[in-house]
């Protein structure tokens, strides 16, 4: 069965250093999330891709997190600098396009800021 | 935008028994209703979903119902077992594919 895959899984770093993680989706996807996932909480949206472009990014603190998706398969979701606020689950999901459609989660990177 | 509300927070039942997580939603545009089951340490796993021209949806042991008028809908698992244990959240969704989810519900289904 197709699984959405990232790394690392876990990732502990200390504030104010640069963090980046990584996703591949689904083969044939073209719909790609990051989610910030607080724990006790839900997933939040950060940035949606629609094939390499961005969709959605509202919910994006521009100023220290940015994403690409460069050709349109896998994305790289970045952190510089970190701030201890940062600490959360981060994962990726994927749908096969945009609309109301299924996503799929991978497993999710946790990181810790210290 | 959207504002989905989940209850119970927690929820405990005895295996065997049947368990029932309720969610509201705020936007009348959602028309997409998944429900997500998150083990520990895990990414959360699609388990049903419902989309806003059917009200109920049946998968063995697990159903989802949904109240348009009301802008409720349910999840319900039937005859409960240890591995159900877990984190459910709801979500709800347009056709922007701008989803939010509840807050979780912890169930914990005992022996």
């Known amino acids: 069965e197709a699984e959405v895959a990232q790394s690392p899984r876990y990732k502990i770093t200390e504030k104010s250093q640069a963090v980046a993680f990584w996703c591949d989706p689904i083969?044939?996807?073209?719909?790609l999330y990051w989610y910030r996932q607080i724990l006790g909480q839900g997933p939040e949206l950060l940035v949606q891709f629609q094939d390499e472009s961005v969709v959605d990014d509202s919910q994006l603190p521009k100023d220290r997190f940015s994403a690409e998706r460069l050709k349109g398969v896998d994305s790289t979701l970045k952190i510089q600098p970190a701030e201890l606020g940062d600490s959360a689950m981060y994962l990726c999901?994927?749908?096969?396009?945009?609309?109301?459609?299924?996503?799929?989660f991978g497993p999710g990177t946790r990181l810790t800021v210290t | 935008g959207e504002n989905v509300e989940q209850h119970p927070s927690t929820l405990s039942v005895q295996e065997g028994d049947s368990a029932v997580i309720k969610c509201t939603y705020s936007d009348s545009a959602s028309n997409y209703f998944p429900w997500y089951k998150q083990e520990l340490g895990k990414g959360p796993q699609l388990i049903i979903d419902?989309?806003?021209?059917?009200g109920e949806k049946k998968d063995q042991r697990i159903a989802v119902t949904l109240n348009k008028t009301a802008k409720h809908f349910s999840l319900h698992i039937t005859e409960t077992q240890p591995e159900d244990s877990a984190v459910y959240f709801c979500a709800a969704s347009n056709n922007n594919n701008d989803m939010r989810f509840g807050a979780g519900t912890r169930l914990t289904v005992k022996p």
């Open positions: 999901a994927s749908s096969f396009r945009q609309g109301p459609y299924e996503q799929y």
């Open positions: 083969s044939g996807h073209a719909t």
């Open positions: 419902i989309r806003s021209n059917v």
